[in-house]
């Protein structure tokens, strides 16, 4: 059997008025479809988990409540357009709760989710055009004395010419940033990228 944990009833009783009919009900709905779900407190807010797993959480804020399943996204949910945390949009009030039959069958399914292992897949990111680097003019008129240094860096990657860029940005102070640049033109007339020494032979 599962556990309750006082830290939600306090949850809730700090909750706003709006909120706390429909945190119980939610909490009530959970534990009866799912009698092993154990609650506790994550990241501030409740959380219930199902076979050392989270399953799902509740959360109250200053006009909405939210509610989400952890696998909610390989679930048949028609999501709420608003935007808010789960798959239920910003619950205001009960009516906005999905009925208790078919809040008992979402229960249920992501129930057996969570048993098969299902894991949400991890989402691609974006892939935008980088942006073109900016070349400090001190580093562009060292380059220009030491053709090695430039062929080496004009013939390096986007990320080899930005970890020299960055390094000399980031100098807080001029004697710093000259040392970096000498340092900088020194590795690229060697054809050593920026973190050289941290490199597997």
């Known amino acids: 059997m599962g556990q309750r944990d006082p830290r939600v009833d306090e949850y809730i009783a700090r909750s706003a008025e709006f909120a706390k009919p429909i945190l119980r009900r939610v909490r009530q709905m959970v534990h009866s479809q799912c009698p092993d779900a154990s609650e ?3 990241w501030g807010f409740p959380h219930f988990d199902y076979q ?4 799902c959480s509740m959360a109250a804020f200053k006009a909405h409540c939210a509610f989400g399943f952890w696998l909610g996204p390989l679930l048949q949910i028609d999501a709420k357009t608003e935007k808010a945390m789960g798959q239920f949009g910003r619950i205001a009030s009960l009516e906005d709760l999905p009925d208790d039959k078919t ?3 979402l229960i249920q399914a992501a129930m057996k989710l969570q048993e098969s292992g299902a894991k949400v897949p991890a989402r691609a990111k974006p892939k935008g055009e980088r942006a073109p680097l900016e070349v400090p003019a001190v580093l562009a008129a060292a380059l220009k004395k030491n053709k090695a240094a430039r062929i080496v860096f004009d013939g390096f990657s986007y990320t080899n010419r930005k970890d020299y860029i960055d390094w000399i ?3 807080k102070t001029e004697p710093t940033r000259e040392k970096r640049l000498a340092q900088t033109i020194e590795w690229l ?3 050593k990228v920026r973190n050289w020494k941290y490199l597997k032979c």
């Open 169 to 171: 940005n980031e100098a």
């Open 189 to 191: 007339a060697g054809g």
């Open 40 to 42: 506790t407190i994550k």
């Open 103 to 105: 809040f008992a069958k």
């Open 52 to 55: 050392d797993k989270i399953f």
